[in-house]
């Protein structure tokens, strides 16, 4: 298999997004507050930012901005240049101007999700085990319920569905939802955690994937230019592309080549804590923060 690496941090982080068009990934870590900035093109770390706990990240590639909100404020990165201010508060999206999606790199809390085609939001209530949808014009106005409670409930089974992050495929017309799924019948049961495909139709779960499990969180990254989602494979170090509705594996991308009977007692919690796309390139960015690499793979 074929790629490449660019060495970053050998710590866990929190959150990744790129700048396609100038070619840069921006990765935080929150405890060790840091900001990595790293330039693709030539393979290497470009700048190193120190402020405290930041997490996530905003990037306007027309502006060539960089919003990153840390303990103490927000962080505004010159792209071209790499210095920074800091502000009281994200501008509104309006402010930033053009280039701005909606892209997390990991299955990490991702509470609400906005429809840039409806102007609706949707909103993970864990306890409630719903999805509410409200107006982007006014969001005090409820429109729907996405609920995944059991219609029918009996002494001898019971089940929930927690949801804890959400995201908006528009094209596709679907919500990824990662919730916190248990099951119980007959004295005994079970839980897992689950990536849900959400029809946005029928509000109804139209497939099911068991989440990668991990001490810290499970990269995820979505393709919007060819409506394709990347998630580490389960007991291995590898990476797998799915069609946008989590039915087909298209591609599997494995980066370490071990026996079965090692992968079941492997821990890979430290690989693809988070991933990125360049959707300019159809490069695939994911983490590693055991090794402290970067692997770049063929998207």
């Not at 710590?11 to 060790?32: D, G, L, M, V």
């Not at 071209?80 to 790199?105: F, H, V």
């Not at 079941?264 to 990125?276: L, P, R, T």
Request: aromatic share 10%; with cysteine.
């Amino acid at each position: 298999m074929n790629y490449k690496t660019i060495e970053i941090e050998t710590r866990s982080p929190s959150y990744a997004a790129i700048n396609p068009t100038a070619n840069k990934i921006y990765i935080t870590y929150e405890y060790a507050g840091l900001i990595l900035i790293i330039n693709t093109q030539k393979g290497e770390i470009e700048s190193k930012i120190s402020v405290d706990y930041p997490t996530d990240i905003i990037i306007s590639s027309s502006l060539n901005k960089v919003y990153v909100t840390a303990a103490n404020g927000v962080y505004e990165i010159d792209g071209s240049i790499n210095e920074y201010n800091q502000l009281y508060k994200i501008p509104e999206i309006a402010s930033i101007g053009l280039g701005i999606q909606d892209c997390p790199s990991s299955l990490r809390n991702h509470l609400f999700a906005v429809d840039p085609t409806t102007n609706k939001v949707y909103t993970s209530k864990y306890e409630d085990e719903s999805i509410s949808v409200h107006s982007g014009n006014d969001s005090n106005s409820l429109v729907d319920t996405i609920s995944f409670k059991e219609s029918k409930w009996s002494l001898l089974s019971s089940s929930s569905t927690k949801p804890s992050f959400v995201l908006v495929n528009e094209d596709a017309e679907i919500l990824y939802v990662k919730a916190y799924v248990t099951a119980s019948a007959g004295g005994g049961g079970g839980w897992s955690e689950q990536l849900l495909v959400v029809d946005l139709d029928t509000k109804k779960i139209i497939k099911r994937r068991t989440a990668p499990s991990s001490k810290t969180q499970a990269g995820f990254a979505l393709n919007r230019s060819n409506n394709t989602a990347f998630m580490r494979k389960c007991y291995q170090k590898a990476i797998v592309k799915y069609d946008g509705y989590l039915e087909e594996v298209l591609h599997t991308t494995v980066l370490d080549s071990t026996g079965f009977l090692k992968r079941i007692f492997a821990d890979y919690s430290h690989f693809a804590e988070v991933i990125v796309i360049n959707p300019a390139t159809n490069k695939v960015y994911t983490s590693d923060s055991k090794c402290g690499l970067l692997y770049e793979i063929e998207g």
